[in-house]
């Protein structure tokens, strides 16, 4: 993952809303949700959470798909898998990480 694309995925989950869809596409897995069911889960208005959810297409962590006349959308795990090995990919200096890193 490049630095730019990092700072555009990090801050697309700096805001609550965001933050918070992303959270419930994770917990809904592969399948993901609705954008409707999304909406009604987070009580968002329809119109605020279609902005939410091209800020985080746009960083490439959902990705949505349609399904009939529905949107779903889904987390792009391979996204956050690569921001979080970018975050971590130099911890400890190549050394073996003790308890203080969580490892």
């Known amino acids: 993952m490049e630095n730019k694309d990092a700072i555009t995925a990090l801050a697309a989950l700096a805001q609550e809303s965001r933050l918070a869809t992303y959270r419930l596409l994770v917990q809904a897995g592969p399948d ?3 954008a409707s069911r999304i909406a009604e ?19 490439h962590l959902v990705v949505p798909r349609q399904d ?31 308890p203080a890193c969580g490892a």
């Open 32 to 34: 993901g949700l609705a």
């Open 41 to 59: 889960k987070l009580g968002l208005p329809a119109s605020s959470l279609s902005f939410h959810l091209k800020e985080l297409t746009h960083a």
């Open 68 to 98: 009939g006349r529905f949107v779903i959308y889904a987390a792009r795990f391979d996204t956050m898998n690569a921001l979080v090995g970018f975050l971590t990919e130099n911890c400890c200096d190549g050394q073996s990480c003790g």
